[in-house]
Structure formats: C-alpha cells, structure tokens
C-alpha cells in the first residue's frame, strides 16, 4: 500500500490539472530537438519540452493533431517511475521511456482519454526522461527498446 501513496498522489495532481487547465491555459513549452539513432537510421523530429509540473501536468492535452515530425520531451530532474494517462487527450500516443543517457528502455501505445478516470500507463521502469509522439510512428521509424535518444533544446 505504501509504494502506491506516490502513484495516488500523482494520479489526484493530474485530475485536479485536467479540471484545472482549460485549452486556452496552455502553458509555454521549451523547444528542442531530437535525434534517435537506431541501428539503421537517424529520425529528427522537433519537440516541445515539458521541464515544470505545469507543462508536465498539461502534456498534449487537447491537442488535434500533431505533426508527423513532431514530439514532447518530458525532463524529469532524477529517475522516476511515475505512470502516464491520457486524460483530455485525444490523439492517440507512442510514449518512450529512456534513461539519463538517452537509451530507451520501454515503448507503449497510448489511447484517447476524454472520461473522467482514465488507464494508466505504467512503465515498469525507472525513468529519466520521455517522449511522446504519434500513434505508429516509432513501429514505422523502427525504433526499438535500446536504441539512443538525444535532445538538443532551443529554448
């Protein structure tokens, strides 16, 4: 019971958010690049970077779409193994988990959520940081778990 106070306190902080944030609330994003290196290739994409609770709280909710180059980094400032969902989301994800040296460690498909309780995804790992992009495009790149990402911010 213990290990899931932190996942319950997390999970109240982002309901509150989603009554919190109205689609004119969008809170201002960092830019950046990234580069995934997999055994083949190079993708670059251009992301937004979610560093504060705010940003982090509101993600890409209630966004249309997202561009097919397109991404959100979010930076943690130490490892954690705290659970993503959907809420007021409504394109489906791909969701990256990777360490502090860029390696991916887990990939999951993340759908649509506009109900009050929503699923949510949970690594199994310890995080430092992860990116969220369209639905299908990591299978389509053919990036796998253990190849490289590396974010070089803009602002």
């Keep these: 019971m213990r290990a899931l106070l932190p996942l319950v306190f997390l999970l109240a902080a982002f309901v509150a958010a989603g009554a919190a944030f109205a689609p004119s609330d969008e ?16 993708v ?3 992301v937004e ?6 940003q982090q709280l509101r993600g890409l909710m209630y ?10 980094v979010f930076l943690f400032p130490r490892a954690t193994s705290g659970a993503f969902w959907m ?3 409504l394109i ?10 860029g390696r991916i460690l887990r990939i999951m498909q993340m759908k649509p959520c506009r109900v009050q309780v929503c699923p949510l995804y949970e690594p199994n790992v310890s995080y430092r ?27």
């Design 92 to 101: 489906p994800l791909d969701i990256a988990f990777y360490n502090a040296r």
């Design 44 to 46: 670059v994409l251009r």
């Design 27 to 42: 809170p201002r994003f960092g830019r950046g690049t990234v580069t995934i290196t997999t055994g083949e290739r190079k």
């Design 49 to 54: 970077v979610a560093r504060t609770e705010a």
């Design 63 to 72: 966004r249309r779409s997202l561009a097919r180059d397109a991404g959100m």
């Design 87 to 89: 809420k007021n989301t």
């Design 129 to 155: 940081a992860a990116l969220e992009v369209n639905e299908g495009s990591f299978r389509r790149w053919g990036v796998r778990v253990g190849d490289r990402i590396v974010l070089t911010q803009a602002g």
